[in-house]
């Protein structure tokens, strides 16, 4: 695991973690339900950085070279 960030985030406390790291997926928890919620594919390299932008957009970079922009449903 090398990278994971909360929505909303602190001092908010949110529900929605993400997480990624070097098996190249970015895992997605509900924290309110205690269970993973998705999954996000795309990157051929480490995951190594994950930002919320608001609560509508997850970004993600790794080694790969390149920078996703996921649109967030909660």
Do not use: M
């Amino acid at each position: 695991l090398l990278c994971c960030l909360l929505l909303p985030p602190p001092p908010q406390a949110g529900h929605l973690l993400a997480s990624g790291g070097a098996d190249e997926h970015i895992r997605l928890y509900d924290l309110r339900r205690r269970a993973e919620s998705g999954e996000l594919l795309y990157h051929k390299g480490t995951v190594t950085c994950l930002s919320f932008v608001g609560s509508t957009h997850l970004l993600s970079a790794g080694d790969d070279g390149i920078i996703c922009i996921w649109r967030c449903v909660v």
